[in-house]
């Protein structure tokens, strides 16, 4: 009961809320791809719960396999460990009926606390900033076409382009002249 009511309020609260900092340029904050969810109950709402629940944990569990490569032996995590982790969250394209909802979420996760999750269940992690040859970015759309032409010099790649954000691939060492426009951006 208490966990309905914890993931009852953490679904409200963060459907009241627009998040502008969303994209801001945080050191350990890890974004993930946006989430497609359809889901169905009793009544929107708990339709809605349920959707984002379902979501955070697909989030969680794609960004510890696919983007910090730890996929051996996971125990099965409780919804309050992983909302803990949660930095904020992002809902778009948001529609719904009597009984149905259907979103696209973008989750970010503090990783700092993700490390220490992952330590307090003997999986050694330490948080750390990665040093692949390319990094995925995002930023706002209106940022993208004010400055398209600096970024046109850093030869950034776009990889998808919506009208609330682009996301970018750049590569490593041109990430310091990046940060000299002064665009807001996120890690992916």
Known sequence: MKNSVFIFCFVFVFSLIKFDSTFADENGILATDSIEIKQQSKNSLLAKEQALSIAMRR???DLLKNRLEISDNLPA???KEISDCVY?????HEK????TYICEVIYRFD???????LNKHG???KAEKETVSNLRIAIYTDDFIKNSDKLNKLNCAVEKFSSERVILTIKNQDIEEFKKLGIRYVQM
Not at 111 to 117: D, F, H, P, Q, V
Request: glycine share 0%; proline share 0%.
């Open 96 to 99: 719904h009926s009597e009984s």
């Open 77 to 79: 995590f409780s919804e």
């Open 88 to 92: 904020d969250c992002s809902i778009e």
């Open 123 to 125: 999986i050694l992690y």
């Open 59 to 61: 989030a969680f569990s």
């Open 111 to 117: 990783e700092n606390k993700i490390s220490s999750l």
